[in-house]
């Protein structure tokens, strides 16, 4: 009885192999239009963050994406995808960076200096005289 199942199973799979499952798969290597994006903000315009894309169907993708927070400090990226690869443009005022194109990406920086307290820590007050700390 064991050996009967075991061949009409072999003998189902081997139909299922050779004539299709009855249904046409889908398409996955066409692409398809499409576009997306979103606006956020915190309550109290503590910071926003940004992101739009959009697909031609052939390929070619257009986007951004960004952020504000609560300082003013903020990055946009904007990028297209193509053809001709992948290119980004980014804007920035982030402490600390530079205007410079590494990897085909124009990073334009604008920084600017902040100075916030590290929280939770408090420099101790500078003692003056002689004795024991």
Known sequence: MMFKALLLCSVVAVALAQYGHGYAAPDYAQPIPYQYGYDIAGDHGEFKQTRHEHGDGHGNVQGSYGYVDAHGINRQVDYVADAHGFRAQVKTNEPGTESQ?????????????????????????????????
Do not use: S
């Open 101 to 133: 194109n590494p990897a085909d990406v124009e990073l334009h920086a604008q920084p600017i200096h902040v100075q916030q307290p590290v929280r939770g820590y408090a420099a101790p007050a500078p003692r003056h005289g002689y004795g024991l700390y």
